[in-house]
């Protein structure tokens, strides 16, 4: 219900002008738009004007034909994204928009078929609520949950696929901390050592693209893109799917906001490290460090909440093989319906849906440590 649900609701905002184009024929503008002038800059030679706020908005406009733009669309990835960002710039904006949503849709169901065992991941992929969202914006959450979900998948079978895809993954640099350590804990060498040479590569290859400029921007734009959106709120708190974003969207100050967001930072890292050492079931730890990547950072908007797709697949996984524990359906439908329920609120309901999720394999884990549960059934590689 809820897969059909999403493209029957992705047609019918296309057709009453909420989605592409809006009555008058204009594009309607979302996120996809900085990806777009990003990769335009690039290809007329100037990638490290990508950064600069207005010159990035000029092209926006120029590329769509609007006078003015509505909205800060900023560019904010690390240089190597450029590559994605180049190959979407010739097509038109609502082209390049339904085409990046459509080829990185594909990667994102089979990898979440793989985490769920069977075809019905497909099913649950297509049915996760964020698929809309990230649609709609153009955005790189299904581009993010396939490489995430696929380091994930891969690692006991295929460690140095399984590198590259975290590799690939460096152009979210927000996420580049708890996966070493959760490697390193379960002295996974050959998926960090793929991983380090993949994230290397990938600098090197920008650099001899794009130049040193294109780096010394990031780093000189990144301090006030940091202001803009922890200390002015430019995007709204409440967009912010994070403790942080909670904090300030009630009000609380950003010293208290910073405060509670790092002693969550700091739980996440002791308990998947600690995890990640111990013997459990790979399946708890895989969806224990899916889900802890999206509490550790502040940086966590609702397309980067399809991550959490992973370890719904994880739970369903071993649900459907040893049956499912009291509750754990209703509050797996409780977190969805978060999920659904966020643009009708203006509250980080996204994160309230992470924390369910976190605590159902919480709990999962400590029946595991009981010895209440049978083995976990093994994770086989995509494909």
């Not at 299904?142 to 460690?159: D, N």
């Not at 975290?166 to 991983?195: D, H, N, R, V």
């Not at 059934?377 to 995509?382: F, G, Q």
Request: hydrophobic share 55%; net charge neutral.
């Amino acid at each position: 219900m809820l897969a059909a649900f999403n493209a029957a609701q992705l047609a019918s905002l296309y057709f009453v002008h909420q989605w592409l184009f809006d009555a008058e024929g204009r594009f309607i503008v979302t996120d996809f738009v900085n990806v777009w002038a990003a990769g335009k800059l690039a290809l007329d030679g100037h990638p490290a004007l990508a950064w600069d706020w207005d010159t990035h908005k000029q092209m926006q406009e120029t590329m769509l034909g609007q006078d003015h733009v509505v909205g800060d669309y900023t560019w904010h990835y690390p240089p190597p994204f450029l590559f994605v960002a180049m190959m979407l710039a010739p097509f038109s904006y609502a082209c390049g928009l339904v085409g990046f949503a459509a080829v990185s849709f594909l990667p994102y169901v089979a990898m979440m078929r793989a985490v769920v065992g069977q075809r019905f991941g497909l099913v649950v992929g297509a049915a996760f609520p964020v698929v809309l969202a990230n649609t709609m914006n153009g955005q790189n959450g299904f581009l993010t949950a396939a490489l995430l979900g696929g380091t994930l998948v891969l690692m006991p079978t295929r460690p140095i696929l399984s590198g590259i895809c975290l590799g690939l993954l460096s152009y979210k640099p927000q996420y580049g901390l708890l996966f070493p350590l959760a490697l390193t804990a379960a002295g996974q060498w050959s998926t960090f050592s793929a991983a380090a040479v993949t994230t290397v590569a990938l600098a090197l290859l920008s650099w001899i693209a794009f130049g040193t400029e294109s780096w010394q921007a990031f780093f000189h734009w990144m301090p006030m893109f940091s202001q803009a959106s922890f200390t002015e709120g430019r995007a709204t708190f409440y967009k912010l799917q994070s403790v942080f974003g909670l904090v300030r969207t009630l009000g609380g100050g950003e010293q208290l906001a910073w405060t509670l967001q790092w002693m969550t930072s700091g739980t996440v890292l002791l308990g998947v490290v600690t995890l990640w050492r111990g013997r459990t079931d790979y399946a708890l730890k895989a969806a224990s460090l899916a889900a802890g990547t999206l509490l550790l950072t502040p940086y966590l908007f609702l397309y980067d909440v399809m991550v959490l797709a992973i370890p719904v697949g994880f739970l369903l996984r071993i649900g459907l093989a040893e049956g499912f524990r009291r509750g754990e359906l209703a509050s797996l439908a409780c977190a969805m319906s978060l999920l659904i329920a966020f643009p009708f609120f203006e509250i980080p309901l996204g994160l309230l849906a992470t924390l369910i999720v976190t605590a159902l394999i919480a709990r999962r884990i400590l029946y595991a440590s009981a010895g209440e549960t049978r083995k976990a059934p093994e994770i086989h590689a995509l494909g």
